[in-house]
């Protein structure tokens, strides 16, 4: 009984996440109230406050939630890795929920933003990522990891926000043949 | 006479163009009215519709200001540049007003944006840019231009939005210094 209760508060914790990430990706952090998450999940308005506290507990849980996709993308070794992280990673951009990045990012660069802190969680963990896939000797003489890591997440996220913009403009297959040439043999 | 009044005009409109801009970038587009241009501008409300139409004639006009900026980059021959289009752009990311890219994307890529054809031509202009430098002989075997402004335009839009997020995270000289080692010969 205890197990299924167990699961049952897991289960609810997961819906609940996965509707305020739908809802931050389309309407903002601000915008979205407790009301709109608990009825999109289908769960009882009181379940959030005990579940994360307040709607910044939500948000920190809605991007612990990418930061460990992010992890499972460096974590395993290369033997282990079902793909490569290249193409984890390309895979990943395509997904609707990674619109959240965009429309949290507008409201993370404001004076005194409550999400800035998180929001910076989840570039941190995307540089370490990059970071621990990148030996010294694979980089280019003149180089070092950490601005070499924040160039290719860079990369990333800006072609990321050009494909949100202009589909149609930006062939992705393209841009992933182009990243498999441009980076050292260590990160492929 | 004809002529002060023409000064006059032109200066007005570039006032709303400023004002504007930077309204945009702190608040919106969508929160953004012409009352609060207006004032900021210093400048009557009746005049914004006599100049710009609507709100998206002046949107449209900040984006073709920016679109300019862009341009100066990329049109002059090098013997003519005061300093290379690197430097110049990692100047430009650090100005106040790039800020407006951020705030902007977020409501470009909401479904049916009335900005997102505007702020497309912004990204369009900057790879143009890109393009426009790049002698295919340059690129290294297996890209094309098209992918690789692609990735150029998007590690400067995810660089710089990973320095707004935390400015102390990201080393902007030695982004500079790794992007200089990383262009082929003809970019630089």
């Known amino acids: 009984m205890a197990t299924r209760r167990i699961q049952r508060t897991e289960e609810s914790r997961r819906l609940l996440v996965t509707a305020a990430a739908e809802l931050f990706a389309e309407k903002g952090y601000r915008q979205t109230s407790f009301i709109d998450i608990a009825d999109k999940a289908g769960i009882s308005r009181g379940s959030i406050p005990w579940h994360f506290g307040n709607k910044l507990g939500l948000l920190e849980a809605v991007i612990d939630d990418q930061i460990q996709v992010v992890l499972t993308l460096s974590a395993s070794p290369a033997e282990e890795r079902s793909s490569d992280p290249l193409d984890q990673v390309m895979g990943f951009i395509r997904l609707p929920v990674t619109r959240l990045f965009i429309t949290l990012l507008a409201e993370a660069v404001e004076g005194d933003s409550p999400i800035r802190e998180h929001y910076a969680r989840l570039h941190a963990a995307l540089r370490e990522a990059v970071q621990a896939r990148i030996s010294e000797e694979a980089l280019p003489a003149g180089t070092v990891p950490e601005a070499f890591a924040v160039v290719l997440v ?30 050292p043999e260590g990160l492929k």
């Open 154 to 183: 860079g990369a990333l996220i800006g072609v990321h926000a050009q494909w949100r913009v202009a589909p149609e403009a930006v062939d992705l297959d393209a841009v992933h043949a182009t990243l498999r040439v441009l980076l």
